[in-house]
């Protein structure tokens, strides 16, 4: 068994024999080098992440929180019409990709990532495609690859680099201060344009930024947040798997280590100011800013919103004084560890560990898969031909896999939302739980530890409720009743065989 297949689950491990098998029958043509890409990147250790949304969405912010490390520049309008990669590398570097084909290698900022002045890359930003960031960064080991893309303000301003890198990647965060039908509606149209490669609505999750911004941007956002959320992961379903709020600028500065005594020290100073007079001051960034009467300096005040926001030096003072009232002194990195809690970055980590992580072999292997159907194509002769066409027909054998199949329900939620599809209570919840379960027996509202005859026994019942609806007068309802029937289908015979 290869480095690769080692390295992988049992799909990724599938692909990587098949394509192990092939590799000796091709030439040294264009379907070797796309068999050999594939097993290039199924040897790597993580998961890529594409981070994308519309332009000064707080994607690259969101990016640094995730990274916990201030890697991804927030505030050069340039570096945001970038595509920037971030990956693992004990040496901190930059490589430069140029559209005419040139790459080369500069040194990073002090500590990693991207430099403030672009001059530093050494090209003209109009002459790069993309940067690859390597950085010594535990995230970046074995958990994933990220890859922060240009906003998208409009379809037709998501050029051919920035629809590749989204289209190489295995999953996307879609970021959006304010989701809106035009969401639904561009993630729709990069679905259909980057499905060949692997982009599809099982492996994106909604991230709403910037919440702290919400209502007056000083009082607590969590409430409407979560209502936000809610209402926009019904638009987005099918197209995304949910939608989690986020304060970004608070989970970045929660996360990282830019945050300093000195900031504590400065909140303090605050926190003993009356809070009434504290609300009134830090109203309006205009009025925080000619607090001249305060207890800090114009460049303490300047430095603190840079880093918390209206809403995070709110909370910041709000846990000192909890802190005072129980004879106690918050150290900073407990101050952190509160604000950490309030961004909601750990709800989003816990997501992308559970759903995107945690599905990562069914998401590089969806991607591996899609490659190399487009490779099988290329055959230069009859013998090549012949190869990979064998090569296809195995592929659409692993295609039948339950955890693939299971990717075919998605757009099912979709149509619910939008009620394109109608289906009484009980068939929705069914619906629900085949196609978001992450075991056969989730899948089939069974707990855990149900055995294989369990299994094979709810899915046959679940094989009959779906049969049932397939002469049903409504089309929708016959198409994904269909669907659900083939997939239960896929669940009994895992089962009947002991799995993989």
Same mark, same amino acid.
């Given at each position: ?40 990147? +199924?040897?790597?250790?993580? @998961? !890529? ?13 969101? @990016? ?110 879609? @970021? ?22 692997? $982009? ?9 930024? !910037? ?6 941007? $000083? ?183 339950? +955890? ?16 394109? +599809? ?54 929708? @309802? ?23």
């Amino acid at each position: 068994m290869t480095a690769a297949a080692q390295a992988n689950g049992v799909l990724c491990s599938r692909v990587c024999s098949l394509c192990e098998t092939v590799r000796p029958l091709l030439g040294s043509g264009a379907a070797l080098c796309k068999v050999d890409a594939v097993l290039d990147r +199924l040897s790597e250790p993580a @998961v !890529r992440i594409a981070v994308g949304g519309r332009l000064k969405a707080g994607k690259s912010t969101l @990016v640094n929180a995730l990274l916990g490390q201030r890697l991804a520049a927030t505030d050069v309008l340039e570096c945001t019409l970038l595509v920037a990669w971030f990956r693992y590398g004990h040496q901190n570097r930059i490589e430069v990709r140029c559209h005419d084909g040139r790459v080369y290698q500069v040194p990073g900022e002090p500590g990693g990532g991207i430099p403030r002045d672009l001059s530093k890359l050494g090209a003209a930003r109009k002459e790069i495609a993309e940067l690859v960031v390597e950085v010594a960064n535990q995230h970046l080991v074995s958990a994933y690859t990220i890859v922060d893309t240009p906003g998208i303000d409009s379809l037709t301003g998501l050029d051919d680099i920035a629809l590749a890198a989204l289209a190489r990647a295995d999953a996307l965060l879609y @970021v959006t201060p304010l989701p809106g039908e035009s969401d639904k509606e561009a993630l729709d149209e990069l679905r259909k344009q980057a499905q060949a490669h692997g $982009i599809s609505a099982v492996n994106v999750l909604g991230v709403l930024s !910037r919440i702290d911004l919400h209502g007056d941007g $000083i009082s607590d956002p969590w409430p409407d947040a979560k209502r936000i959320a809610a209402r926009y992961a019904d638009l987005l379903a099918g197209v995304a798997i949910g939608v989690v709020p986020v304060a970004g600028l608070l989970a970045q500065t929660a996360t990282g280590d830019e945050f300093t005594e000195a900031d504590t020290a400065a909140l303090r100073r605050l926190a003993a100011v009356n809070e009434d007079d504290l609300r009134t001051a830090i109203f309006s960034l205009d009025t925080f800013e000619a607090w001249t009467d305060g207890p800090l300096t114009r460049s303490e005040r300047r430095r603190l919103l840079a880093l918390l926001g209206r809403y995070g030096i709110m909370a910041g003072c709000s846990a000192i004084q909890g802190a005072q009232a129980h004879g106690r002194t918050l150290a900073t990195a407990e101050l952190l560890a509160v604000l950490r809690s309030q961004s909601g970055i750990d709800e989003l980590a816990s997501r992308v560990n559970a759903q995107l992580i945690g599905s990562a072999d069914r998401l590089r292997a969806t991607a591996a898969i899609a490659a190399l159907e487009h490779a099988s194509y290329e055959g230069q002769n009859p013998a090549e031909a012949a190869a990979l066409e064998s090569m296809r027909a195995a592929l659409l054998q692993l295609r039948r896999h339950w +955890l693939l199949r299971q990717a075919r329900l998605i757009p099912a939620l979709a149509d619910l939302a939008s009620g394109q +599809l109608q289906l009484h209570d009980e068939a929705v919840q069914a619906l629900d739980c085949l196609a978001l379960g992450d075991s056969p027996a989730s899948c089939l509202r069974l707990p855990g530890a149900a055995d294989e005859g369990a299994i094979r026994h709810a899915a046959d019942e679940q094989i009959r409720f779906w049969q049932e609806r397939e002469w049903w007068p409504s089309l929708s @309802v016959r198409r994904w009743a269909r669907e659900a029937r083939e997939f239960c289908e896929a669940l009994y015979f895992e089962a009947e065989s002991g799995g993989p």
